[in-house]
Every structure is written in structure tokens, then in C-alpha cells.
């Protein structure tokens, strides 16, 4: 985690509503920044953000995130809502979690444990 | 409209949005949207049978209501209220086809919203239902009408389709999902011969020069029993 009072999680999304949701759902965990979907220049916005971890909800920038992530090893979660499912950045590849409903609790529970399991190693 | 007391002690009167939304995400992130504002009230409902008993009992002003609500679809909890409460229904949906969109208005729906909204937008949209206005974005606007163009087309291929048979109708149905001669003839119990005839009459008929435009013209007439 990069020196600041709380982590940072960067939200990628489409649906600018679920960046609303999730300001909400991580509160007191990570302070949010809301990056709407389509814009040029994704990876050097995260390159220059250095986020604890992302959240995407949609596939092309999910793309663009997993190739910062790799690189940076952050910790990546895909909410498909179209799909209604959750998928998890894990050692470069795209997998689903135990828990995959794409609840808000459910993304903070991920959003944590990338975060501070992350720390740890 | 009876919608009960306020349920603040503030002398503002704030419009009640329900939002029936089967999923968790859209209902927090609307519930932080409103939050911050002091004119709305927010109620939540999870499926049809909840918002249908909110809706009754007047508890709302404006419902946002989701096309896949769980329970049966935004459709069914529009045309189960449709008459029978005041509130003004706006229907929300992901990507939202225009069959969708024209059918939420055919149902009684007051107006239709992208889910992709930006949080101000979905404000400003919020305020306008509340001071009568129907909420409709330029997309949803050309969605609507390139559906109402659709059903021109259907009603009139529907008209051209009447001078078929019964029989010709479901000889063409066969060919509008791909059916060779052969297989109609076993699926009818009639020969292959009379499954040409029958073709060479659907092509006179409808004045198409081929099998191919003939099964165009049966999936632009019969279009949901073609594509179900």
C-alpha cells in the first residue's frame, strides 16, 4: 500500500451508479475514486493513481486494469452486472471467487481481503 | 394523492422515489444518490410483490422501477399498478433493446432510463417526473421510434401475410427456421411435392423471388413466434 491514511480503491465503471454503490459499501475500508468507463489513457491514470486495488465493471477496461495490475500487482475485481457475477484477478488470471454475487458486501469482502492480503505478503 | 404523513418532521415536502431493483448494487448506489439530496425520500423494494404492496398503499410519488425486477419483470409490476395508484413509473434498465423500451410505455410506464445514467442526470431526471414531466433521453427517444417504425412494417407485412393459407403459413414457418423440403414434408405428413407446390404459392403469393425472402418476410411479419 503506498503512503496514505487510507487505501485507495479506483472504481472503473460504465455505470456511474455502481460507483455511487460502492463509495457506499467501502466507506471507513478505502476512499474511492470514481473513474467513469471509455476514457483515454486508463492505464496511466492508474499508473499515476497507484490504487490499492480496482474495481471494473466493464470488460474492455477490465482489460486495460489487468494489464496495470499484473504489472503492479494490484488487486483487480471484475463486477459483470450484466452477467451478475464477480470475477477476481488472482496471479495474473481471471477467476471467480468462492463467493461471487455481486452484492455490495461481497465486493468490500474482496476489496479487503485483496487489499490487506496484499499487505501482508 | 394519499400517501400518509411524512415520515421526516421537516416542513419540506420531499418526493418519495421507490426503487425496485432486485439487485443490491443499484438500490445502495441510488439510496447514496439521494442521500445527498433534500428533496427525495427513498423506499426499496426487492421484487414485484413488495413494490406492488408499496405502490398500493401509496407510498411513493415516482417508482424506478427495474425491467428484470425479480417476480415477474417491470412490465408486470407496471401493468399490475397501471390505474390503480397515482405514482409516476419510470422503468430502468441495462442496454435496454427498443422492443423494451416500447413495450415499458405500451404497459403504462410514464417514462424509460438507461441504468448507465450519470448520478446528476438521474437527479435532474428525478425533479422533472416530479414536476410532470416524462422522462425519456434522446437514445430512448430514437429507440421508441425506430420501434414504432418496426411495427408499422410488421402491421403491414402482417396484412400481405393474409393472403396466405393456413397451411402455406406453416410451410413458411418451417423455412423461416432453416427447413429443407424434406423435413416439412415428414413434419406435415404430406409429400415433398406438395411442399414445392406449396413454396411456388408462398413465392406467386407474396410476389418474393426466393425461399430466402420469402422466410425474410415471415420472420419481419411473425417476428417474436419466429425468433421464440
Redesign the interface.
Known amino acids: 500500500m503506498t503512503e496514505r491514511n487510507e487505501p485507495l480503491v479506483a472504481v472503473v465503471c ?12 467501502l466507506d471507513g475500508l478505502a476512499e474511492c475514486k470514481v473513474i467513469p468507463a471509455r476514457q483515454p489513457e486508463l492505464g496511466g491514470l492508474l499508473k499515476s493513481l497507484q490504487p490499492d486495488a480496482i474495481v471494473v465493471d466493464d470488460e474492455q477496461e477490465a482489460a486495460v486494469a489487468a494489464t496495470y495490475a499484473r504489472f503492479a500487482r494490484t488487486p483487480v475485481i471484475n ?1 459483470s ?2 452477467e ?1 457475477r464477480l470475477t477476481r484477478l488472482e496471479d495474473g488470471k481471471w477467476e471467480a471467487p468462492d463467493e461471487s454475487d ?3 458486501e461481497t ?1 468490500r469482502n474482496l476489496v479487503a481481503g485483496g487489499i490487506y492480503g496484499r499487505r501482508a505478503n | 394523492m394519499d400517501l400518509g404523513p411524512p415520515t421526516n418532521g421537516s416542513l419540506m415536502r420531499r418526493t418519495r422515489v421507490l426503487v425496485a431493483d432486485g ?4 438500490r ?6 439521494l442521500r445527498r439530496e433534500s428533496d427525495f425520500e427513498l423506499l426499496e423494494a426487492t421484487d414485484v410483490e413488495e413494490a406492488t404492496a408499496l405502490l398500493l398503499g401509496g407510498y411513493a410519488e415516482i417508482a424506478l422501477v427495474d425491467l428484470d425486477l425479480p417476480g415477474g419483470g417491470g412490465h408486470e409490476l407496471v401493468a399490475r399498478v397501471r390505474g390503480r395508484c397515482r405514482t409516476h413509473l419510470i422503468v430502468w434498465a ?2 435496454p433493446s427498443r422492443e423494451s423500451v416500447l413495450e415499458s410505455i405500451t404497459a403504462g410506464a410514464h417514462g424509460f432510463l438507461q ?5 446528476p442526470g ?1 437527479i435532474r431526471a428525478l425533479r422533472g417526473v416530479a414536476a410532470g414531466e416524462a422522462p425519456l433521453s434522446r437514445d430512448m427517444a430514437g429507440l421508441m421510434i425506430a420501434a414504432i417504425h418496426g411495427l408499422e412494417a410488421r402491421s403491414k407485412a402482417l396484412e400481405r401475410a393474409a393472403v396466405l393459407s393456413e397451411r402455406e403459413k406453416e410451410v413458411l414457418a418451417f423455412v423461416s427456421r432453416g427447413a429443407r423440403n424434406r423435413d416439412i414434408a415428414e413434419a406435415l405428413d404430406i409429400s415433398e411435392f406438395t411442399v414445392k407446390r406449396h413454396m411456388q404459392n408462398i413465392l406467386q403469393k407474396l410476389d418474393v423471388p426466393s425461399r430466402r425472402a420469402a422466410a425474410a418476410f415471415y420472420v419481419s411479419a411473425y417476428r417474436e413466434e419466429a425468433t421464440a
Open positions: 460504465a455505470v456511474p451508479i455502481l460507483g455511487e454503490a460502492l463509495t457506499a459499501a463486477v452486472l450484466r451478475q455481486i452484492s455490495p465486493i | 439487485l443490491p448494487l443499484f445502495v448506489g441510488v439510496r447514496s444518490l441495462l442496454e441504468k448507465e445514467i450519470s448520478g438521474l
